[in-house]
């Protein structure tokens, strides 16, 4: 199993730089590759904040990405919901991952937006 940075993931979507994009994507699309929600976070705050990429084109390039077989994550379905949940709501992506661990957690905010999505949930 390989863990990959956000820098890898990065250059493997956005191409900026081919040297780099070509190694990535040897690895990310023939390796088995653990995909950390940490990184992820990084990946998807670098995207809308530096690239200002739209939540939902950010969010379906990430939900292609992570559907992989060879991709695995420590919870890969609630990593997938939250991705969806970022492309459709207003919330950061940590917040999603929260709303979504709280279908079998209990999570506790002071963040009105967060607790609005905690309450008014319906994930399947």
């Known amino acids: 199993m390989i863990r990959i940075d956000t820098n890898y993931i990065l250059r493997y979507l956005l191409n900026d730089n081919p040297e780099m994009a070509n190694i990535a994507e040897k690895v990310i699309l023939h390796d088995d590759i653990y995909l950390s929600n940490e990184v992820m976070a990084e990946v998807i705050y670098v995207l809308s904040g530096v690239y200002e990429l739209k939540r939902q084109d950010i ?66």
């Not at 559907?67 to 939250?82: G, M, P, V």
């Not at 991705?83 to 917040?95: A, C, I, T």
């Open 59 to 124: 969010s379906s390039t990430l939900l292609t990405l992570t559907k992989a077989n060879n991709i695995q994550n420590i919870d890969k379905y609630s990593l997938l919901k939250a991705l969806e949940m970022y492309g459709e709501k207003s919330l950061d992506f940590v917040d999603c991952l929260l709303c979504v661990h709280a279908k079998v957690d209990r999570v506790l905010t002071f963040d009105k937006k967060l607790n609005k999505c905690i309450k008014g949930q319906n994930i399947s």
